[in-house]
């Protein structure tokens, strides 16, 4: 992780920001700020454009109109390396390797938070005794938290998380709230897409409601 950043100050800036597929638009305008500390909540129903809008701000897909910054960092725009990472429906994990070998790839790709090892991070996220198990044999919700562990780990600042509560159980939804609120303790920040259940977290969190498409 690069130099810290004081509570307060913006990690992400859209301005203006929409995204058509076909001349349909998706979502849009959108004005949003997410700052050191703090969630952002994300909600809006099925066909909201929630995804979408995730995959815009990591540089995934580049927007119909508008402007999206990362104060702070060297490079404007879409995707700054190292700045934010995305957690979505397609959890990336390398199937044939294990839990902690999946961890230690992940942390040579992205780099590793400052005092983060592996092994705790899997421990925390309630897959101890796993370190070698192959990821194509966990369950859903085994995946799940093989990637919140994986977040835990590596260093960006921003979380850009999509359903993060989706294949979890009632101990698994405590855990990604315990581990955002972590996360916004040490000066990150969160961007979560949900349909509002159980999004009862104890920090510090914003709401941005996307509407229907038009």
């Known amino acids: 992780?690069?130099?810290?950043?004081?509570?307060?100050?913006?990690?992400?800036?859209?301005?203006?920001?929409?995204?058509?597929?076909?001349?349909?638009?998706?979502?849009?305008?959108?004005?949003?700020?997410?700052?050191?500390?703090?969630?952002?909540?994300?909600?809006?129903?099925?066909?909201?454009?929630?995804?979408?809008?995730?995959?815009?701000?990591?540089?995934?897909?580049?927007?119909?109109?508008?402007?999206?910054?990362?104060?702070?960092?060297a490079q404007s725009g879409l995707g700054p390396r190292g700045q934010a990472a995305l957690l979505g429906h397609a959890l990336a994990h390398k199937a044939e390797l294990g839990c902690l070998e999946n961890l230690e790839f992940a942390a040579r790709l992205f780099g590793r938070r400052p005092g983060a090892e592996p092994e705790t991070c899997l421990a925390e996220a309630g897959l101890a005794g796993y370190e070698d198990q192959p990821a194509r044999s966990l369950s859903a919700g085994q995946r799940k938290r093989l990637a919140l562990a994986r977040l835990r780990l590596t260093a960006p600042r921003l979380w850009l998380v999509d359903e993060p509560f989706a294949n979890l159980d009632l101990a698994g939804i405590a855990l990604v709230n315990d581990l955002v609120e972590r996360h916004l303790h040490g000066g990150g920040a969160a961007l979560i897409t949900s349909h509002g259940a159980y999004a009862t977290g104890a920090y510090r969190t914003r709401v941005l409601h996307l509407g229907p498409r038009r």
């Open 1 to 73: 992780m690069t130099d810290p950043i004081a509570p307060g100050a913006p990690l992400i800036e859209a301005h203006g920001l929409s995204y058509a597929r076909n001349d349909e638009p998706i979502f849009g305008p959108v004005d949003l700020q997410v700052e050191a500390g703090e969630a952002l909540l994300v909600e809006g129903d099925n066909g909201s454009g929630k995804t979408t809008l995730l995959r815009v701000l990591a540089g995934l897909l580049s927007p119909q109109a508008g402007s999206i910054r990362y104060p702070g960092s």
